[in-house]
T-cell receptor, first 115, second 114 residues
Framework: AQSVSQHNHHVILSEAASLELGCNYSYGGTVNLFWYVQYPGQHLQLLLKYFSGDPLVKGIKGFEAEFIKSKFSFNLRKPSVQWSDTAEYFCAVNFPSGSARQLTFGSGTQLTVLP | ETGVTQSPTHLIKTRGQQVTLRCSSQSGHNTVSWYQQALGQGPQFIFQYYREEENGRGNFPPRFSGLQFPNYSSELNVNALELDDSALYLC?????????????FGEGSRLTVL
């Protein structure tokens, strides 16, 4: 079955530390990949997306993600986190088969950045 | 602000009751999707409406139903509420029904079923 896995449920970092959040999906074909962020009390918003081309994509607020097709991964990175990055991060995938119009989300990673 | 507004923001119901949640999509968006986000989980796709027709559905029973109106606003109806229906219900809109592009989410309606 097509699925999205986020292995880190809760990550705690100090300000200025580097961040990498893992995301893996199970599907052998072409997919569209997304990272969404949910700040406390706010709506889900798009951080970045990958459809094709350069596998290293840059998003808002200094975030980037790398698509590694051989590993079915789309990990999110930021070189130096800030307290304001405290939020929940969701990886999401558009699988082309089945209901072709949905996003399948991972279970999320809660990031806490300590000042 | 995404321009997607949902109401009510919070509500409490009891088992067996029915609930209607409402969503006003962002201006110019003709596609609305609904997601259920249980505590500690990622959002799960319920269904999508494009130009007033349902054109995609996730693994939810028929007691979850919806409508889209000519102005592209939408309703999610849940009948015979169960305790497990307690969740945050998210509405998202986009322009066009294809599976590419950004979804714009509202802040959600938090439903508690007692």
């Amino acid at each position: 079955a097509q699925s999205v896995s986020q292995h880190n449920h809760h990550v705690i970092l100090s300000e200025a530390a580097s961040l990498e959040l893992g995301c893996n999906y199970s599907y052998g074909g072409t997919v569209n990949l997304f990272w969404y962020v949910q700040y406390p009390g706010q709506h889900l918003q798009l951080l970045l997306k990958y459809f094709s081309g350069d596998p290293l994509v840059k998003g808002i607020k200094g975030f980037e993600a790398e698509f590694i097709k051989s590993k079915f991964s789309f990990n999110l990175r930021k070189p130096s986190v800030q307290w304001s990055d405290t939020a929940e991060y969701f990886c999401a995938v558009n699988f082309p088969s089945g209901s072709a119009r949905q996003l399948t989300f991972g279970s999320g990673t809660q990031l806490t950045v300590l000042p | 602000e995404t321009g997607v507004t949902q109401s009510p923001t919070h509500l409490i119901k009891t088992r067996g009751q029915q609930v209607t949640l409402r969503c006003s999509s962002q201006s110019g968006h003709n596609t609305v999707s609904w997601y259920q986000q249980a505590l500690g989980q990622g959002p799960q796709f319920i269904f999508q409406y494009y130009r007033e027709e349902e054109n995609g559905r996730g693994n939810f029973p028929p007691r979850f139903s919806g409508l889209q109106f000519p102005n592209y606003s939408s309703e999610l109806n849940v009948n015979a509420l169960e305790l497990d229906d307690s969740a945050l219900y998210l509405c998202a809109s986009r322009s066009g029904h294809r599976n590419t592009g950004e979804l714009f989410f509202g802040e959600g309606s938090r439903l508690t079923v007692l």
